[in-house]
DNA sequence: CTGAAAGCGCTTACAG
DNA sequence: CTGAAAGCGCTTACAG
């Protein structure tokens, strides 16, 4: 084949818009460029964020994403889990809500490699999720850096690893002067807890600090209610910076974000990896979480 | 052949574990049983209803979904589509946050049918949404059904053909006597529109037609700051059943439901039937909303 | 260095 | 009715 053929061949590919056949390279190569996104976390707050990090991580490499949102129904997660495997989906990430959760499904013994991010994997699995001890003492340092020194803390559930983990950090800086107030992710807990506290006689605290961004809303629109001030009377800190919470409440809120979008791309560059063999390490990694200050706290001092 | 030899392989085979390699049959058949789900919703509070539906949809078929959402940058883009149509997707499904805005990416040449949902399609596509002024007359009908008589209506920026729609809605049942009051999609708009009608001397409403929920949201808070009693003194109606929105509001909301996962199950029956080469009748779909009732609004008539 | 052949895992059409 | 061959669109290994 002559130079100029070669370069006409060339020409002509691009003219008519040529595109290699991904599902004939393949059959090859055994390797699909797809990798399936599974997740129980229907409204999306966790997975979406998770889903555009991979995303952005993977584009690069060729590799597309399928996204299957499963309920709590395990045939209909097999039916799912049986259709990413038979195209042949070069690995698999597994989703949820909490650590201390598994999908309602059985990933232990599929054909391709899988990992786990904010859910229980496998033993012996790679597994990612964000560090709550550390955001949860960034949370806390930044109220104590501001002078406060009654801080409570109103979080959810304790069945919740990640709120034992927060409460941990907490209570470590603290100490026990406050009861920590465990409950439910609503706002109506929010503003259960301060009812509790403020009905209650004695010194009130000047800072809050709260297991997540729904609760610090309820928390901040109570204080409000009751003419507390914040964040001159009490600041208050939320958990997940959750924009449409975060930012709609009045003050908007500082709060902690758990960098989901960082997350989701360590998952998405670790599946690839085992995809191609490489060696990784098993076991859980956690990604620090920052602090995002807006106005609930007040002050803005050197940091 | 014989009978026995044939049951036997086919039960080694399931013993196995035998999956048909779906890249192969792709192949042969130029399908690859997967669509593309285009989006500029990062929020996924459109998307991933629609998505469930197209799921729920698609699964009985054996189709797959690729989610992709691209920001407002029309290379990168570019990129993902080109990376759908490299995996030979079937078809691809563009959605977006509103109808008369374009993605930003040309769709319009592809060698796949492309169905939109959402946001606004070439001419001659097949482009879903719901139905506004229906949606707006069930919210509006239901106020003055319970006996209201003084209905404002709080919205977002006329700019959207949907605002315009429901406006138009509105006034063609309540009429003229209020105007209606045009803003942002935003609680602070919220706020500040009541703040503009219990500031000004004269009758007040005794119910309000919302935009959407977070502008409702923000209404019933900014009534119960005036001492205004949401559902006794105002009704107040929203628009989208955002849960975690309509829920938490301080009583609950009673809003108009688009039926986003209906929508996605027909978008994707029908980028499945364009695909087999069905015929498909292009134009805009639109789709009827329905009524949730939760608090908002007080007594429960016979409807 | 160039070009033809073999083969990935299927299905379809054809010969026996 | 059964079984072998051809071919989908690529890549890899081999022969010239």
């Known amino acids: 084949m002559g130079d100029d053929t070669r370069e006409r061949v060339k020409r002509v590919a691009t003219e008519i818009g040529f595109r290699p056949n991904a599902l004939a390279k393949g059959l090859l190569s055994n390797r699909s460029f797809t990798i399936g996104l599974l997740t129980n ?8 964020p998770v889903m555009a990090g991979i995303t952005e991580a993977l584009v690069d490499h060729g ?22 495997l038979d195209k042949s989906v070069d690995g698999i990430i597994a989703s949820g809500k909490r650590i201390d959760r598994r999908l309602p499904v059985d990933l232990s013994n599929l054909p391709v490699p899988v990992v ?19 955001g949860a003492t960034l949370a806390v340092e930044w109220l104590m850096g501001l002078g406060r020194r009654r801080i409570a803390h109103i979080t959810g559930p304790e069945s919740f690893v990640s709120v034992r983990e927060r409460a941990k950090a907490y209570l470590s800086l603290v ?126 001092p050197d940091h």
Not at 41 to 48: A, C, I, V
Not at 68 to 79: M, N, Q, R, S, Y
């Open 175 to 300: 100490g026990d002067q406050l009861p920590v107030l465990y409950g439910t992710w609503s706002e109506a807990w929010g503003h259960e807890a301060v009812a509790k506290i403020w009905n209650t006689s004695g010194p009130k605290p000047d800072a809050i600090f709260c297991g997540n961004d729904q609760i610090a809303r309820a928390v901040v629109d109570a204080l409000r209610e009751r003419d507390v001030r914040v964040p001159r009377d009490v600041s208050v800190v939320g958990f997940d910076n959750w924009e449409i919470v975060a930012a709609q409440t009045r003050p908007p809120l500082t709060t902690v974000d758990m960098n989901l979008k960082a997350l989701g791309r360590e998952a998405g560059l670790t599946v690839l990896a085992l995809t191609e063999g490489r060696a990784v390490e098993p076991g859980i990694r956690t990604l620090p979480c920052e602090l995002v200050v807006r106005q609930s706290c007040g002050g803005n």
């Open 41 to 48: 976390d229907t409204y999306g707050r966790f997975t979406l």
């Open 116 to 134: 786990y991010a904010f859910t229980e994997g496998t033993p012996g699995s790679v597994t990612f999720c964000a560090d709550d001890f550390q």
């Open 63 to 84: 590799v597309s994403v399928f996204l299957c949102t499963i309920e709590d129904d395990p045939a209909l997660g097999k039916v799912h889990v049986d259709a990413m």
